[in-house]
């Protein structure tokens, strides 16, 4: 069994910037790609930014010079800086891993509880 536990969201001012953590737990064999998906109120879960297990990026356009996804590898934990932050990235942060698990031939997508991201003065 396989858990992602997210930590790091909270109410922040415009302008302020928050640091989201997610540490994949269990019975784990490999981790390929890890990320982070966002939805706010009314709107479909969108991308926010992908890693690869060789830290290759890749961002959404709204939040590319603001945020940075990073990882370290030994610890399966993928981790997000946001800076700059706006009232639009008022959302639910899920993380999200690719995980093989020890008697599994193929990679699975697990995902995080998520966790409440509230920018706003």
């Known amino acids: 069994q396989v858990q992602l536990v997210e930590s790091g969201g909270g109410l922040v001012q415009p302008g302020g910037s928050l640091r989201l953590s997610c540490a994949a737990s269990?019975?784990?064999?490999?981790?390929?790609?890890m990320g982070w998906h966002r939805q706010a109120p009314g709107k479909p879960r969108e991308l926010v930014a992908t890693?690869?297990?060789?830290?290759?990026?890749n961002y959404a356009d709204s939040v590319k010079g603001r945020f940075t996804i990073s990882r370290v590898n030994a610890k399966n934990t993928v981790y997000l800086q946001m800076n700059s932050l706006e009232p639009e990235d008022t959302a639910v942060y899920y993380c999200?891993?690719?995980?093989?698990?020890?008697?599994?031939?193929?990679?699975?997508?697990?995902w995080g509880q998520g966790t409440q991201v509230t920018v706003s003065s």
């Open positions: 269990g019975s784990i064999f490999s981790v390929n790609s």
């Open positions: 890693i690869t297990s060789g830290g290759s990026t």
């Open positions: 999200y891993a690719q995980i093989k698990v020890g008697t599994s031939r193929s990679y699975y997508n697990y």
